[in-house]
C-alpha cells in the first residue's frame, strides 16, 4: 500500500470453511481519523455480477424457472432490432454476456440514472446484434440486469429483497445491501477516493449511479462479508446453494480472448472464459474463479480455486495500482507454498 501510495484497504483469505485472515488497512476517509476495519462498508462494483449468477441458480433449484428458459417469458418487453434472436435470448445468456449486444450496450444511459426497465422498453428495440446468442460475448451492465425483471415476475420481489433474503441473510452478511440508502445509513462505511494529481487523493461522494443496475454493480460490502460469500462459493453452505448449482454457474460459456486481456503478464490470452457472472482462468492445472469490480473510485478483487478449496478477496477506496497486482501475486505464493 505504501509503494502505491493506496488510501485505504480490507483483505479476506479463507480456506475451505475457515477465515485464515482477515484485516482493514489505512482510513475510511483521507485525512481523518477512523481507520478500516473488518466492518468497514465498501461498494464492490461488477463483483456484484457474481452474486447474481449464484442467485438465479438458487433459484433454478428451488424450481422458480430454468436456465433455458427464454427471458420473453417472464420479459414480454424484451426485444432487440433483431427480433428472431431476441425471441431466442435465455436466462443464461444474459449472466454471460452472449446476448449479442455490442460491447456495453447503454451502459451511458445506466450513468445518466436511467431506470433498466426503460432502457429495456425504449432502447432494446432499437439495438442492433453484432453475433450469434450464446456466441458471440461482449461485456454488458444493462443486458445482465433484466434477470432482475425476471425475479421480479417470478416472486413478486425486488431483486435487493431477493438477494437478502436468499443470500445475504442466510450467509450472515450482516453489513451487506444492495441500494443507496444501505449504504448511506451505515456508519462504518469509507468513501471513494480520486487521484489529486500529485500522487495523492482526497475523499469523493458516494454516487447514487449502478444502484439502478443493481445486479451489476450494486452490491455494498465489507471484507467480514466477504469471508461468509467466499465460505458459500467454496461449497461450505450448502444449506444455501447446492454444489451442482455453482458447477452450473462457474462452468465456463465463451472464451473471451478478443477482449481487453485479464492479467496480461500472468496468464496467456486464451487462458481466460466467462461463466454465469464469473470469469473462469485457467493457470497450468488450476481453474481461479475470479471478478474485479470499480465504480464510483471503489475497486475490487476477489478469486477463489474450488479444487483447492482457497479464496481471497480484497476491496480498496481508490482506484489503485494495487487492485491489479493482488490476485496473481496471492495466487503466485499459493502454488509456491503448495510445492513446499
Known sequence: MKGTNTPGAAIVIVKDSQILFVQGYGLRVVGGLDSIDAQTVFRIGSLSKGFAGVLTGIMVQDSLFGWDDFVQKYCPD???????????????????????????A?????????????????????????????????????????IEAVMMQK??????????????????????SCDYSGISAAQNKTLPHVATGWGGWRADAISPLYYNAAAAGGVNASISDMGEWLKLLLGQRPDIVADTTLDRVFSPVVKTDKERRVFPHWLKRDAASYALGWRVLEDGPD?????GGYVNGYKSEIALNRKDGIGICVLFNAPTALSSACIPAFFEKWKAAKMK
Request: with cysteine.
Open 78 to 104: 424484451f426485444t432487440l432490432r433483431d427480433r428472431r434472436q431476441a425471441s431466442r435470448i435465455r436466462l443464461w445468456h444474459l449472466l454471460s454476456h452472449t446476448s449479442g449486444l455490442p460491447y456495453h
Open 106 to 146: 447503454f451502459t451511458n444511459l445506466i450513468e445518466q440514472d436511467f431506470s433498466v426497465q426503460r432502457i429495456v422498453k425504449e432502447y432494446f428495440p432499437k439495438a442492433p446484434v453484432c453475433g450469434k446468442e450464446g456466441v458471440f460475448y461482449a461485456y454488458q451492465n444493462a443486458a445482465l440486469c433484466v
Open 155 to 176: 416472486t413478486g420481489k425486488s431483486y435487493t429483497q431477493n438477494l437478502v433474503e436468499k443470500i445475504f441473510v442466510p450467509a450472515g452478511m450482516k453489513c451487506a
Open 287 to 291: 481453474t481461479i474463479l475470479y471478478h
